[in-house]
């Protein structure tokens, strides 16, 4: 079964920090290049962060650039989401996504490439 489990969500004051992790079966993690998304309350679905199959490559929207990062940890099928500096525009529901559908991780940024999809982890930042 092809399934994605994040965790790590929370409430925190902005400047905080927090590491999302989302544990992937086998089939989901193994050699797939895989993303994080979020959507903010009213919004659409946006892009966050990538990773390549095996970790050397990864892309960031602009705004996450140099305070998020993506990572993964293939003895435990997980991959991870480091935030720092969060802001109140931070707020939303984070997802992982699995088996994207390009090689080239800069193609990476658009949902609709994924095909496995977690149920999402909610990240609230207070001003």
């Known amino acids: 079964q092809v399934q994605l489990v994040e965790s790590g969500g929370g409430l925190v004051q902005a400047g905080g920090s927090l590491r999302l992790s989302c544990a992937a079966s086998?089939?989901?993690?193994?050699?797939?290049?895989m993303g994080w998304f979020r959507q903010p309350p009213g919004k659409e679905r946006e892009f966050v962060a990538a990773i390549s199959w095996n970790g050397v490559t990864t892309d960031y929207a602009g705004s996450m650039k140099g305070r998020f990062t993506i990572s993964r940890d293939s003895a435990k099928n997980t991959v991870y989401l480091e935030m720092k500096g969060l802001l109140p525009e931070d707020t939303a529901v984070y997802y992982c996504a699995a088996r994207c559908a390009r090689s080239i991780i800069s193609e990476c940024s658009r949902a609709d490439y994924f095909d496995t999809w977690g149920q999402g982890t909610q990240v609230t930042v207070s001003s």
């Open positions: 086998r089939r989901a993690y193994t050699d797939n290049n």
